[in-house]
């Protein structure tokens, strides 16, 4: 006669993982320095339609937004390259890691500064303007809360 396998006990439930906490504000007078070195570099290589976007009260991610158009990839990639440059020039040396890079588009990471360089199809596509802009709706938080936006 065989056996009856046994039952496995019931697993405990999960847990939802706790938020993590975002890292405390960078000076607002730094976060400026850093914006305005960002700006210059962007435009002393010539970029296109230049934004910066306060999005402080829009996102958890950063406070700052720069949107910027190269025109052909490796425009873009040398902007990049000078952005970390002028960023490193002003105390703040970015890991390889803060860059994400696609054919049309390059991301910089830099706290609480998000710089955005497209190339104009991308730019077009995606529209950052129109989701971060102040014209853009302000999504719904709980009372006390940023926009999860």
Same mark, same amino acid.
Request: proline letters at 7%; a neutral charge.
């Given at each position: 006669?065989?056996?009856?396998?046994?039952?496995?006990?019931?697993?405990?439930?999960?847990?939802?993982a706790?938020?993590?906490?975002?890292?405390?504000?960078?000076?607002?007078?730094?976060? +400026?320095?850093?914006?305005?070195?960002?700006?210059?570099?962007?435009?002393?290589?010539?970029a296109?339609?230049?934004?910066v976007?306060?999005?402080?009260?829009?996102?958890?991610?950063?406070?700052?937004?720069?949107?910027?158009?190269?025109?052909v990839?490796?425009?873009? +990639?040398?902007?990049?390259?000078?952005?970390?440059?002028?960023?490193?020039? +002003?105390?703040?040396?970015?890991?390889?890691?803060?860059?994400?890079?696609?054919?049309?588009?390059?991301?910089?990471?830099?706290?609480?500064?998000v710089?955005?360089?497209?190339?104009?199809?991308?730019?077009?596509?995606?529209?950052?303007?129109?989701?971060?802009?102040?014209?853009?709706?302000?999504?719904?938080?709980?009372p006390?809360?940023?926009?999860?936006?």
């Amino acid at each position: 006669m065989r056996a009856a396998p046994k039952a496995k006990p019931a697993a405990a439930p999960k847990r939802a993982a706790p938020k993590r906490a975002r890292a405390p504000k960078v000076d607002p007078n730094r976060l +400026e320095r850093l914006v305005e070195a960002a700006r210059k570099s962007l435009d002393d290589d010539k970029a296109v339609d230049i934004v910066v976007l306060d999005v402080t009260n829009r996102a958890s991610y950063a406070d700052r937004l720069i949107i910027a158009t190269g025109l052909v990839g490796r425009q873009i +990639e040398a902007m990049a390259t000078h952005v970390d440059d002028a960023l490193a020039k +002003e105390g703040m040396h970015l890991r390889r890691s803060a860059f994400s890079k696609s054919e049309e588009w390059v991301l910089i990471d830099a706290g609480d500064l998000v710089i955005h360089l497209f190339t104009p199809e991308a730019r077009l596509k995606f529209d950052l303007e129109k989701m971060w802009g102040p014209d853009s709706p302000m999504g719904e938080a709980a009372p006390g809360e940023q926009s999860p936006i």
